[in-house]
């Protein structure tokens, strides 16, 4: 198999070689090319052919996120990784570029530590995005936790009662997920009638600054969760960054709840927690939807809840900017449904607001029976 070829984008030599350095140690990638600002990236994108290209966000002449717009302009499709600094400015910058049409990003290493820090930082972030952006095998491991779900789909499992009508909607996204959330969430009714809380895989300070977005998009109100919300139909909870998001039985009802427990499937926040809590806070009455991303995080939730007489559905692998999070659920025949993005809002309206999907509905694949 031919490496991968990836063309690094940044104006400081430092990282152009810490980037370059920690890339061409993995046998599977090949640095074909450097460039120092977006105008002369998009100069070389013709020469170079890179089948990925990490970016910077600030540099001269043509930042960043321009870069990206002019690529996508191009109707190039390659992948582009935008590296992006752990603060407000940063976040905000990296939110605009994905969705300006940039698949993902890591982030910087802080401005501590030594050379061999920063690189193995940059080497536990960034090569398994490479390789799942680009439908290669990873090497399992805790950062590695990225390797494509097998293809074949196994029809559901067969259920032991009917399908309870959902009295929650709980998302579970990663890769691909903000501008998947961005195209799924304003759809959405303020009138939805039961609580959403979702879990995207996104670091502190970017979770806030994006659900900030997404409240200004949906009619629907879209806050980062907090600590002891009681939970009611018409506002999403988003999951803050470094907090596990559960759901908590008070003595004034259900509420949110948020935890800094070890991380799981080496995410926190981690989907498998809100789903397994979501089961237990609504005796099963739950519609858990697992959109694009890296890994298996939510298999196992998605297992609960169809157990529990729940309903699942999935992001097909067509629409999906990685088919690992919803591809290890369909193969694993936890998917009622597997759906372009542009069709699960629907399967949500139907399954919310038909009391016929109390009796349970046949699994479909791209939409069709």
Known sequence: MDPIRV???????????????VLSGDPAIQVVGTAVNGRIAVGKLEQLKPD?????????????????????????????????????RGAAA???????????????PANVGSVAQSMESVREQL????????GRPVTPGPAR??????????????????VKPPAALVIGSSTGGPEALAKLLPVLPATLPVPVLVVQHMPPVFTRQFAQRLDRLCALRVVEAVDGTQLAPGTVHLAPGDHHLTIRSTGRGLTTALSQSPPENFCRPAVDPLFRSAVDAFDGAVLGVVLTG?????????????????????????????????????AAGLADEILPLDRVAEAIHRRLSAPRAATGVPATVGGRR
Do not use: H
């Open 7 to 21: 063309m690094v984008v940044d104006d400081s030599v430092v990282v152009r070689k810490i980037v370059t350095d």
């Open 52 to 88: 990925l290209i990490t970016m910077d966000i600030e540099m001269p002449e043509m930042n960043g996120i321009e870069a990206v717009r002019a690529i996508r302009a191009a109707r190039s499709r390659v992948p582009i990784i935008m590296f992006s600094t752990l603060t407000e």
């Open 94 to 108: 990296t939110l605009d570029a994905l969705s300006s049409g940039a698949n993902d990003y890591v982030t910087k």
């Open 127 to 134: 090569i398994p995005k490479i390789k799942a952006l680009t």
């Open 145 to 162: 936790a990225a390797a494509p779900a097998p293809a074949r789909i196994r029809p559901p499992a067969p259920r032991q009662g009917p």
């Open 294 to 330: 890296m890994g298996s995080d939510g298999r196992a939730g998605a297992g609960r809840i169809r157990e529990a007489g729940g309903a699942v559905v999935v992001q097909d692998q067509a629409t999906s900017v990685v088919w690992g999070m919803p591809g290890a659920v369909a």
